[in-house]
């Protein structure tokens, strides 16, 4: 039994190696462990953990299951392996445990077995450091449900730092992706990437220098991210394409764009909505666009706060959202990017999208960069507050006709809130003869509140 386990992880390994391509360490797959028979219980004392990380040379090779653990990884030059051994060996309730220290790794690592814990000692205590990574297009990529990441840092990346895809009931609890050289187009395009899954928890993390998303969660279901910081980005948190999202209490500063919430064409989940924005302080988002060229963010205009496109039913309240050169809230139709739509099922429109209760500072200054330069002279200088551009969906006319925009009860540390509708495709496409409507008054009002998501046990 045991002899037919081994061979099989040694063959995985083995394709593992040859999926991700030649030339990472010369380093021989260890020989596995037998696994623990007793249930691990984790109120067990530390020290016994502690005292098998003490271990010599391959921890995981010689140690037992510990009560904090069924793998426990130090740092060395066989970690790649030893890490991604563990992960192609564990059953459904084990725990990994890396150490303290830094795992200098070359080859991208993957997960798909269900209900696995990943843990570091810390997020700036356990780092995964990627820069010598020759294969592999993430740092981490899982495909599998009810898994844990906690307490690890996964820092320049050649690809994405974590990617996780079909993967329902996942939780990145304290984890931070970064790209320790500052924001470049050459960095990998997401931070933390969890898509077309449902049940999404991201909470207490930390994203830096990511050439799109910071933290992008998208065709998903269910989605929490909350408690997070992101910094550095081309965008720091992004929902896109999402059925239900709360983001709640993040801090997003140094960015191009803030917070965004996208939905984009040619993908399996359309429709984005019910999305709320709340208790959030986002601002200062004035990063000059890194984005690789053609990227869709690259259309973000430096010094933007809140970007939504396309959405349906978002409710942006409770936030402080300030000095931004462009605008503190954009709201636009994916028409508003000039790309051709060829999906059929596509809506490009944004329509029920409620901004209420916040706390607006000074924007507007500064315009000009990216499509920044399209609203000043559309608008002019300063820019307001919340730009709305005014597109809607010609087929819904008289009582059917959707509410783009409504706003209720903003305040600003010095003058009023300021707001301008920019007049539709007309104003897009003839700027010089833009009808910009400024009248705040005509689009106070009040939409029904959306249900705050709740994911079982995510409390």
């Known amino acids: 039994m045991m002899l037919r386990r081994t061979t099989g992880i040694f063959f995985a390994i083995i394709g593992l190696v040859f999926m991700q391509g030649c030339g990472g360490p010369s380093t021989a797959p260890m020989e596995p462990k037998e696994k623990s028979a007793t249930p691990v219980a984790v109120e067990e004392p530390m020290e016994k953990a502690e005292a098998v990380a003490e271990a010599p040379a391959s921890a ?32 459904p309730g084990d725990t990994i445990l890396l150490e303290e220290g830094t795992f200098n790794l070359s080859l991208g690592l993957s997960l798909d077995v269900d209900n696995v ?56 609890r304290r984890v931070k992706a970064a790209w320790t050289g500052g924001p470049k187009p050459e960095n990998g395009a997401y931070g933390l990437y969890p898509v077309n899954s449902t049940n999404v928890l991201v909470e207490e993390c930390v994203a830096i220098a990511a050439s799109d998303a910071g933290i992008y ?47 984009l064409p040619d993908l399996p989940v359309q429709r984005g909505h019910d999305v709320r924005l709340l208790n959030n302080k986002v601002y200062d988002n004035n990063t000059t666009n890194f984005a690789p060229p053609g990227n869709i963010v690259g259309t973000v205009s ?78 002019g200088k300063p820019l307001p507050d919340v730009i709305w551009d005014g597109v809607a969906n010609p087929e819904k006319t008289g009582d059917e006709a959707a509410v783009g925009v409504v706003l209720q009860n903003n305040s600003k540390d010095e003058g009023e809130v300021a707001f301008a509708n920019m007049g539709g495709l007309k104003s897009l496409l003839d700027p010089a003869n833009a009808k910009v409507d400024r009248d705040i008054a005509a689009y106070e009002g009040t ?13």
């Open 302 to 379: 430096t010094g933007t706060g809140v970007l939504i496109m396309a959405n349906s039913n978002v409710e942006i309240f409770n936030n402080d959202i300030r000095d931004h050169a462009t605008v503190n809230v954009l709201v636009v139709s994916y028409l508003a990017t000039g790309i051709q739509i060829k999906d059929p099922n596509y809506y490009p429109y944004a329509e029920g999208v409620s901004v209420h209760d916040n706390v607006f500072g000074r924007c507007g200054y500064d315009p000009g960069k990216e499509s920044g330069g399209v609203l000043e002279l559309i608008i």
């Open 217 to 263: 969660v998208g065709q998903s279901k269910n989605v929490i991210v909350r408690n997070c910081r992101a910094e550095y980005n081309v965008a720091g948190i992004e929902i896109e394409n999402c059925h239900g999202a709360d983001v709640i209490n993040n801090v997003v500063t140094n960015n191009t764009g803030g917070l965004l919430v996208f939905d």
């Open 447 to 459: 939409l029904p509140s959306i249900a705050p998501i709740v994911i079982e046990d995510a409390a």
């Open 60 to 91: 995981l090779a010689s140690a037992e299951a510990t009560p904090e653990a069924a793998f426990v990884i130090k740092p060395g030059p066989d970690a790649n392996m030893e890490i991604q051994e563990a992960l192609i060996e564990a059953e």
């Open 117 to 172: 814990t990943l843990r570091g000692r810390g997020m700036d205590k356990t780092i995964l450091d990627f820069k010598k990574q020759v294969a592999g297009s993430e740092g981490l990529h899982i495909t599998s449900d009810g898994v844990l990441l906690e307490d690890f840092a996964v820092v320049d990346t050649k690809g994405n730092a974590i990617k996780s895809h079909t993967a329902n009931d996942i939780v990145y």
